[in-house]
Nanobody
Framework: QVQLAESGGGLVQPGGSLRLSCAASGNIFRINAMGWYRQAPGKQRELVATITEGSKTNYADSVKGRFTISRDNAKNTVYLQMNSLKSEDTAVYHC???????????????????WGQGTQVTVSP
């Protein structure tokens, strides 16, 4: 079993900053990609940013230039630095990990997807 523990959400004014963290633990051999997704009320979950084990990143157009994703492979942790926050960034932010549970999975390049419970980010005056 794999657990993803998110932290760092909260209430911030427009233009402010927050840093989210997500630590993965449990039955993990190796983590391939990690990422952040968000879901606003009444909307579908959408990709915010992803990062591969080799630190190749991908961002949604709406956050490019404002958000930065990074990871610490030794700690199985991914971060999301969010600057210049806008009201439309308000959502529940979920962490995701695509991982290999054991050496056989890794040899076969067979990944499993795990999700965190989410952390609320509210941007409001």
């Amino acid at each position: 079993q794999v657990q993803l523990a998110e932290s760092g959400g909260g209430l911030v004014q427009p233009g402010g900053s927050l840093r989210l963290s997500c630590a993965a633990s449990g039955n993990i051999f190796r983590i391939n990609a990690m990422g952040w997704y968000r879901q606003a009320p009444g909307k579908q979950r959408e990709l915010v940013a992803t990062i591969t084990e080799g630190s190749k990143t991908n961002y949604a157009d709406s956050v490019k230039g404002r958000f930065t994703i990074s990871r610490d492979n030794a700690k199985n942790t991914v971060y999301l630095q969010m600057n210049s926050l806008k009201s439309e960034d308000t959502a529940v932010y979920h962490c995701n990990a695509e991982l290999y549970r054991d050496s056989l999975d890794y040899m076969l390049r067979r990944t499993s997807s795990s999700w965190g419970q989410g952390t609320q980010v509210t941007v409001s005056p």
